[in-house]
């Protein structure tokens, strides 16, 4: 729940939060490589905890800032069970590596028209990557907001991607925002390319990704009204497991919601299908305080 201080104006409680968000940000950026200890988290200011699923298609976030598209609406563009690899795909379709943008101003990859678990599934969901899904008919949000535009002072330890060859190398593919600023709320997804056996804990990648856009985002003027400022992540942490992400600053620290991790490819459906349908979600909660 988000704590906010009565006697304080909105401005001046805005300003408190933007500042704790920069101190985290100055910590989180020294985090090690691999997975970061949940005891180290909590001296960064970051209070993470895993949710499950409801009835196994909704996430149990709290509070929920994200709702997501319905099952039925996702079934309309996929296929009812997974399709043999050796079905044809279009030849305009062949792209499978996300492409760097030449419009946007920051060092950010875009992915093209889809979401990236329809790439990495491609030979299962060949039907699925028609022209005909695209997600600005999904969702209120779109991926050339104020974020994307590069509406901001650029600095390295800022920078939407971390192309250090490492184990710690990481790329946000896709950030959407409402264009008209009314909510502001944000959907990124982000894709690294670790060796997981066991998952202990949230990766550095995934932190510096959260903590970053938050830092970013809460200096847009455009948002300045905004005292919550939601994040919902959809990350890969390499081509075959995933986990979806809620984040937001409670007013004292970051607060980061996770899911268990899911398997891509096989007849693993019900996965996708779910990543789908909260790539699309609706940003739904209160973020102004009064």
């Known amino acids: 729940m988000a704590i906010f201080h009565l006697h304080l104006s909105p401005e001046t409680r805005r300003q408190k939060i933007q500042n704790r968000i920069i101190k985290t940000h100055v910590l989180v950026e020294e985090c090690p490589d691999g997975f970061v200890e949940p005891k180290q988290l909590s001296k960064l200011g970051i209070h993470v905890d895993q949710v499950s699923l409801i009835q196994g298609d909704l996430v149990k976030f709290k509070p929920c800032f994200f709702l997501p598209s319905s099952s039925q609406t996702i079934r309309t563009y996929l296929p009812i069970t997974p399709h043999d690899h050796s079905q044809n795909v279009a030849p305009d379709e062949e792209e499978t590596e996300p492409r760097r943008s030449s419009e946007s101003s920051m060092s950010m990859i875009t992915a093209a028209r889809r979401p990236f678990v329809l790439d990495i599934c491609r ?86 990704a959260i ?70 979600s609706q940003p739904v909660g209160v973020t102004i305080s009064k």
């Not at 937001?248 to 490819?265: M, N, P």
Request: proline share 3%.
């Open 211 to 280: 903590v970053r856009v938050m830092a970013v985002r809460m200096g847009l003027t455009c948002y300045q009204k905004h005292i919550l400022m939601p994040i919902l992540v959809i990350s890969y942490l390499n081509p075959r497991q995933g986990r979806i992400l809620q984040a937001h600053h409670d007013g004292k620290r970051v607060v980061i919601q996770h899911t268990q991790l899911f398997e891509f490819g096989g007849l693993a459906y019900r996965s996708v299908e779910l990543f789908l349908r909260y790539y699309c």
């Open 123 to 208: 030979g299962e969901f060949a039907t699925a990557l028609g022209t005909n899904f695209c997600l600005d008919n999904l969702t209120v949000l779109r991926d050339c907001g104020a974020t994307s535009k590069g509406k901001w002072q650029h600095r390295p330890d800022l920078e939407l991607f971390n192309q250090k060859l490492d184990p710690d190398r990481w790329e946000i593919l896709r950030l959407l925002e409402d264009v008209k600023h009314e909510v502001p709320h944000a959907v990124f997804d982000i894709h690294q390319e670790l060796e997981v056996e066991e998952v202990e804990s949230l990766t550095a990648g995934e932190i510096k």
